[in-house]
């Protein structure tokens, strides 16, 4: 951010062979004065006025260094270095002018890029935890973005892209495509930043609402097409998947077809539930936020399949535990294959073990049988 400081020198040059006379530092900050010019006593106070005026949106001030203990000519022109290094400063403000209108006393202009409510809308962040509450709450209003602050940052905690991937991981039912936000920092380095995101849709907000309501309506019409009531976890977890499966398998127009912001949704729960061009994103979203509906704990797993990316689910209970991946069960004739940890090695599948709950390490007696048995009688098979 290039940032410029004017200073009319031309009643400045009076001050050129002032003598510099070091005191001992003394914290003070400005007073104001009964015609609302501001007399700080030292350069501390002088730079706190000036980070005052930003962060409250003013356009100038004026102040006076009559009692000043610094050197006036040489602190006046560092003010423009104070406000590129605050973090609030760098991001608002694009330059800052400073014009002398009479012995000891300077006006100030600050010159903005971002308009006042901009600026009022900064939220302080205390750390991590609190960032990731924000950026969950803003997307699940499909705002636009946020701006924060933090006094703490760092790249691994403060990783919007991760944090925005793991929520809408977490909540498909938000219906925004993966992509990865778009982030500023400001100043470019040091702990005290000011952090822009804006995220990226895929479309304009009012449509993400539109989508939303769009797949929640899908997901209640097929879960009052099953009879799910008294069944047992592995049951339930079978008849959604199978009736996920027969939805998207119908015959749908080519991806070509599809308007730009509806083929950037391919990847969510809307792409497979409502536009019915399923992708592995999109199966495992649908499938957790179905599971989801019927009260059931269904994970999202991002892992590899035979050393390639790849996607697929964990439901998860008290007595129920298995992988499923409806992706490579899409056209199957069969029901879609439940496996355990082991089996799921065993065909080629990796992921880190250490983030997701295990499953059993045998099937129960008869379990397969059971899943089998119940899918077959309940559906006429």
Not at 108 to 135: C, D, F, K, W
């Amino acid at each position: 951010m290039v940032c410029i400081l004017a200073v009319s020198t031309g009643c400045l040059s009076f001050l050129e062979n002032e003598r510099l006379v070091v005191l001992p530092h003394i914290e003070q900050y400005a007073a104001e004065l009964p015609d609302g010019v501001y007399a700080p006593a030292n350069y501390a106070a002088l730079r706190d006025w000036v980070l005052t005026l930003i962060r409250a949106g003013r356009e100038e001030g004026i102040v006076s260094l009559s009692s000043y203990t610094g050197n006036r000519s040489e602190d006046i022109h560092l003010l423009g270095g104070e406000f590129r290094n605050d973090p609030v400063g760098n991001f608002a403000v694009e330059y800052m002018s400073v014009r002398s209108t009479g012995r000891y006393q300077w006006k100030v202009t600050i010159h903005y890029r971002r308009s006042q409510n901009e600026v009022a809308g900064i939220l302080p962040v205390s750390g991590p935890v609190m960032l990731e509450g924000l950026v969950r709450q803003s997307l699940r209003n499909a705002e636009v973005g946020l701006v924060v602050e933090t006094l703490r940052y760092n790249e691994r905690d403060f990783d919007v892209a991760a944090i925005v991937e793991r929520i809408l991981l977490e909540e498909p039912e938000l219906c925004i495509p993966p992509l990865p936000p778009l982030v500023s920092l400001f100043p470019d380095t040091g702990n005290r930043r000011v952090i822009e995101i804006r995220f990226q849709y895929g479309g304009e907000t009012q449509q993400i609402r539109q989508y939303r309501a769009s797949t929640q309506y899908a997901v209640l019409s097929l879960l009052d097409s099953l009879d799910l009531a008294g069944r047992e976890p592995r049951a339930q977890a079978l008849l959604l998947a199978e009736a996920l499966r027969d939805r998207v398998a119908l015959p749908t127009a080519s991806r070509a077809a599809l308007p730009s912001q509806e083929e950037a949704l391919l990847d969510t729960s809307y792409g497979t539930l409502v536009l019915q061009h399923p992708t592995a994103m999109g199966l495992a979203l649908a499938y957790k936020q179905l599971c989801h509906a019927a009260g059931l704990d269904c994970r999202l797993v991002a892992g590899q399949l035979e050393r390639g990316a790849h996607v697929w689910n964990l439901v998860a209970g008290d007595e129920f535990s298995a992988h499923v991946d409806l992706s490579i069960d899409l056209y199957g004739d069969e029901p879609p294959i439940f496996r355990l940890d082991r089996e799921m090695e065993e065909a080629g599948y990796s992921w880190d073990v250490f983030r997701y709950p295990p499953t059993p390490e045998e099937w129960p007696p008869g379990e397969v049988e059971m899943f089998a048995a119940e899918y077959n009688i309940d559906n006429g098979g």
